[in-house]
Nanobody, 119 residues
Framework: QIQLVESGGGWVQPGGSLRLSCAAS????????MGWFRQAPGQQRELVAR??????????DYSDAVKGRFTISRDNTKYAVYLQMNDLKPEDTAIYYC??????????WGQGTQVNVSS
């Protein structure tokens, strides 16, 4: 069973930056998609960004809330995905979950990493 290991959360002041990392515990075959969801207290989990493993850089997709501030990237050799978060705002405070989506397989989730944005 593949496990997703996340790192990089923490506390930052508004306007600051953080970089989240997520790596699979073993190799992943075929086409797949990795990305990040987040869940703030009392709210539903929402998609933040996602990226495919195909093509030179992968196809990306962002929520409107983070577009222009967050950048998702990947390293196929490490089966890893990264989320560079710039110009963070208090409303970005949430638990961020990495996920892996493959055809005909269940979606896998990381354990979550807390991001706090406050002054």
């Amino acid at each position: 069973q593949i496990q997703l290991v996340e790192s990089g959360g923490g506390w930052v002041q508004p306007g600051g930056s953080l970089r989240l990392s997520c790596a699979a515990s073993r190799s992943i075959s075929g086409s797949y998609l990795m990305g990040w969801f987040r869940q703030a207290p009392g709210q539903q989990r929402e998609l933040v960004a996602r990226i495919t493993n195909t093509g030179a850089t992968g196809a990306t997709d962002y929520s409107d809330a983070v577009k222009g501030r967050f950048t998702i990237s990947r390293d196929n050799t490490k089966y890893a995905v990264y989320l560079q978060m710039n110009d963070l705002k208090p409303e970005d405070t949430a638990i961020y979950y990495c996920y892996l989506n493959r055809i005909l397989a269940e979606t896998l989730w990381g354990q979550g990493t807390q991001v706090n944005v406050s002054s």
